[in-house]
């Protein structure tokens, strides 16, 4: 069978070039200075997380699935913390995009990172001269859908597990970068034309929600929305007006993006437009945009995004599919607070949609 490249090539190169270094097997614990989690009290919840990881094995596939999960202290089996699985780029590993989830964690939100070993940083070893084939082989269609089962195999290892009871599995969402933007439009219900699998296979009906941060386009697949038009859950858009892929043969810029929020007429939307950085600003580096800019955007990220999340995960209950809308009073909150976080980073922004209506900048 030839193998088709329906997802882009290039998809997070940049931010796989900015990788950092693994961070080993032992779990790293991040806690505030009262201590670990204690059986639940009459007491506030604490704030802070703490970071596991944990090397996982899908028997059913022969693959490794490594994760980091950053766990709100506040989690118990009376309390579960809502979920977000994040999927990285090309090139990536489960250490990066630490920004965001050690942010939501402190924000009450566990954040799993699964490790997806056929497109990880293991991609940059290795013989020069081969670089751009292994790049190739990463984003064939196997490894493309092989990490969408690795999310969902990374979602149930950790409902089955001890960690299981403080995770709501009512109320999770998907987030990615780059390459892992077009793993989680695949999550959501993008409806692709595969050999393998097919479109409904790929869809998880638990995911309430999703972020795309610097999506490139699914290749090959058809007008742009009828690929995505089949999209109704809510989705966050976030890029640049700098978010530009380019290497020999493929060039993706900021345009790809908003064609893609564009397309998800069917989604409850909001687009965040940044009017400097770069492709890789939204990964842990500090990019040529200097510390201060990448430090201001991936603040301005790492609150959108909450709010997002808040929006569409933490104001619902009842079972996935139920459509349990969050109380007027919680609604004009958080549309207060996106109005806030406009104006803080209003010099940042080249343009900001709300849920599908234009908000003015400048």
């Given at each position: ?64 699935v490594p994760v980091r999960l950053y766990l709100p202290l506040r989690a118990s089996a009376a309390h579960p913390v809502p979920l977000v699985i ?153 890029t640049s007006t700098d978010d530009t892929i380019n290497i020999p043969g493929y060039e993706s810029t900021v345009q790809d993006r908003i064609a ?103």
């Amino acid at each position: 069978m030839k193998r088709r490249a329906f997802f882009t090539v290039s998809a997070g190169l940049a931010a796989g070039l900015a990788i950092h270094r693994w961070a080993g097997s032992a779990p790293l614990v991040q806690t505030p200075a009262s201590g670990p989690a204690t059986a639940e009290t009459a007491t506030p919840p604490v704030a802070g997380h703490r970071t596991l990881e944990l090397d996982w094995q899908d028997p059913a596939r022969g693959r490794p699935v490594p994760v980091r999960l950053y766990l709100p202290l506040r989690a118990s089996a009376a309390h579960p913390v809502p979920l977000v699985i994040f999927s990285h780029g090309l090139g990536g590993a489960r250490s990066g995009y630490s920004y965001l989830g050690s942010h939501w964690a402190d924000h009450g939100l566990a954040s799993l990172h699964p490790q997806h070993t056929g497109s990880d940083n293991s991609v940059w070893r290795g013989n020069p001269l081969t670089l751009v084939m292994r790049l190739q082989t990463a984003a064939q269609e196997a490894e493309a859908l092989a990490r969408v089962q690795d999310l969902r195999f990374a979602v149930n290892q950790l409902l089955a597990s001890e960690t299981g009871p403080l995770i709501d599995a009512h109320r999770m969402a998907v987030a990615g970068h780059s390459y892992g933007a077009n793993t989680a439009m695949l999550v959501s219900g993008a409806r692709v034309t595969s050999v393998i699998a097919g479109a409904d296979a790929l869809r998880d009906t638990r995911i309430r929600a999703a972020i795309l941060i610097s999506a490139p386009p699914l290749l090959g697949q058809g007008p742009v929305q009828q690929v995505l038009g089949a999209v109704r859950i809510p989705t966050l858009h976030i890029t640049s007006t700098d978010d530009t892929i380019n290497i020999p043969g493929y060039e993706s810029t900021v345009q790809d993006r908003i064609a893609i929020f564009e397309a998800m007429r069917e989604s409850p939307r909001s687009l965040a437009v940044f009017n400097t950085g770069g492709h890789s600003i939204f990964t842990d580096r500090i990019t040529s945009s200097g510390p201060e800019t990448s430090a201001r955007i991936k603040g301005a990220t790492r609150e959108l995004s909450t709010l997002f999340l808040r929006q569409t995960l933490q104001a619902q209950t009842g079972p996935a599919g139920a459509n349990a809308d969050p109380t007027h009073e919680v609604v004009g909150e958080i549309t207060a607070e996106y109005r806030q976080w406009q104006l803080r980073y209003q010099s940042l922004l080249d343009r900001f949609i709300l849920t599908g209506s234009p908000v003015a900048v400048g």
